[in-house]
């Protein structure tokens, strides 16, 4: 836990999980100045705690916060903070393969006011959990083309609070027709492809990794730079661009698009079943052992448990 108050940080500490007290005039509470980020760490195959990519975390975060009006967290605090709470959680990690320790870092007004107003008084905590692993059965996907989670010049880039809970409704809509997320599209036509909402989305298309370009509504997942980064030293053609839902339309009917998945800390990589375009029901190839996003997910699972060379400086080790 660290407070920003006076204009400054203070010297964070380390105190048993509990409940904290809060006042009901507390501004994030009303004005929504709330920003997460979600990560994990992992026992590595030799028994060292890797802490995933934290500078990057580090860096949206600081993104998020700026967006939000909100002070920074300096990166070296944020990923000192970490290293210590981390190590002293050592024995939550779990060791079985696939599990992990999910760690969730946030930030928010502290401040007891009525009016409307950016507040002087930040608290950035960091809670941990230990998590199973995640079962990525494929997704059943509804093309929104109604409701949007974000616009452009929104928040949609930013990891904040509010960006959930303006999501719940349509995705419940979502449910209550029988699929398990929506894929977003943009506010102005609903044509293009934005992201899953908890995940950024990719496509194969003829052989081409394809995933919409960032915009100021798509969250700029560290996933979907890992993905990329990985495809293109396994040799992959990689497309950032827009990607129209009538091209993915055409392509599931055609054949051209043989994999589509989600990528995201929670899941990696997550297997799409099918994606209902204009009311229909268009099925997604069944992602077989030569996939790409098999052979993709398994590289990412070798360099964070140190069985292949972590070439990009990935891991964050404690040993
Ligand atoms: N988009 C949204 C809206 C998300 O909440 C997440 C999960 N953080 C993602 C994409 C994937 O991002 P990452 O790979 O950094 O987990």
């Given at each position: 836990v660290a407070d920003f108050k006076d204009g400054k940080w203070h010297e964070p500490t380390i105190v048993p999980y509990g409940d904290m007290l809060m006042s009901p005039a507390m501004l994030s509470l009303h004005y929504g100045q709330a920003v997460f980020e979600g990560m994990k760490a992992f026992w590595t195959s030799d028994k060292n705690i890797n802490i995933f990519r934290p500078a990057r975390h580090a860096q949206r975060f600081n993104r998020s916060l700026n967006r939000m009006c909100m002070p920074e967290v300096p990166e070296e605090m944020f990923v000192q903070s970490l290293h210590a709470l981390i190590e002293l959680d050592k024995?939550?990690?779990?060791?079985?393969?696939?599990s992990s320790f999910y760690i969730r870092p946030f930030m928010f007004a502290y401040e007891a006011r009525l009016g409307v107003k950016v507040a002087d008084h930040f608290k950035f905590i960091i809670i941990n959990s230990p998590v199973a692993?995640?079962?990525?059965?494929?997704y059943r996907l509804k093309v929104e083309d109604?409701?949007?989670?974000?616009?452009?010049?929104?928040?949609?880039?930013a990891k904040c609070a509010g960006n959930y809970g303006g999501a719940f409704y349509p995705t419940q809509i979502a449910r209550e027709e029988g699929f398990d997320q929506i894929l977003w599209t943009d506010h102005?036509?609903?044509?293009y492809i934005d992201e899953v909402g908890m995940m950024n989305v990719m496509f194969v298309i003829n052989g081409t990794l394809v995933t919409p370009q960032l915009n100021t509504a798509i969250l700029d997942g560290i996933t979907r730079d890992t993905i990329l980064t990985l495809a293109k030293d396994m040799g992959m053609k990689i497309e950032e661009r827009r990607v129209s839902i009538d091209e993915i339309e055409a392509g599931l009917k055609s054949g051209a698009v043989t994999e589509a998945f989600g990528t995201g800390t929670a899941a990696v990589v997550a297997p799409i079943a099918l994606i209902n375009i204009k009311g229909q029901d268009l099925a997604v190839p069944e992602a077989g052992p030569s996939s790409f996003q098999l052979r993709v997910k398994e590289k990412l699972n070798n360099i964070r448990m140190g069985k292949e060379a972590d070439t990009h400086q990935w891991n964050y080790i404690i040993p």
């Open positions: 024995d939550w990690i779990p060791t079985s393969e696939g692993a995640y079962q990525a059965k494929p109604h409701y949007v989670r974000t616009a452009e010049g929104g928040t949609g880039f102005k036509e609903h044509k």
